[in-house]
């Protein structure tokens, strides 16, 4: 696929074959253009000249291309056609692409600032005291962007400033979707683990068999000497939202018992579980003995 910079090549290069009849240009296409072949080529080796470049851009450039004519006078002041047709064809020369960069890449670190004192405010503050997984959602996608946002900065000032190790790998052209193609997978993998934990929150997954025996000791162990007991059939502990859910139906010893102690009991064990670990809800039913309904 051709860039611009190679259209813009051939166009030159076909203008001094199609003005080869002028003396001015004979020289040029005579001995160091190949007009014969389809795509203009230009001999690798040939006389070097005075690079015009350097007094043009001195005098008629800006700041950024005077700075870049000053370098050039000293790595390329001598220089071969080809490369002096390759220095004139790119699309935008070295310096309005440095320039270019550099405000591209400060607009976006200012972006990719914010978004990371978003996350950190998300992880660090918000989550930590609402709980809210729409906090996780914006956490995680304030996450994403900052690691795209960086790496974009880190790709495209490393391409610039190391070309010829970049070319080693692939060509200019190609740094863009190959950095964009990896970021996709980045993203696509991020949101992918994210689904998959809320999936597993909307299914109110039961919580694995030590988690339960931990909270089943606990709740026998706050209800010695109460008027009240607990079953392991009527206590339900669930995923839900960041943490777990427990339901416990507590059963009353006696009909006899004041209802200010059974409340008073129900409301010790909410608390009490309320304050354990990965316990984001606690629900506590009371209930009279079997015997006793049926009696």
Known sequence: MESKDDIGMQSISRFFCQTSSIDDFKDWSKHDLDCEADAYEWKESGDKIDNPLVPYFLEHGDDAEKAW?????????????????????DYENKAEKWQELKEQNTILGLCATYKCCLWLFCILYAIPKSGSSVLVALATDKRNDFVCTTSVITATFFATLWPDLVETFMSEDKVDPFVSFCLSIFIMYSWAGLMIEHLTILSQETANPQYCDGIMAEMQKLLQGSPCSVDSNDVKIYQSGAGHTIEATLVVSSANTPFSEVARVREMVEKKLARLENVERVLIFTAMPTANLHG
Request: aromatic share 0%.
């Open 69 to 89: 004519a000053k370098e050039m006078d000293k790595e390329q002041s001598k220089i071969t056609k080809r490369e002096l047709i390759e220095l004139v064809s």
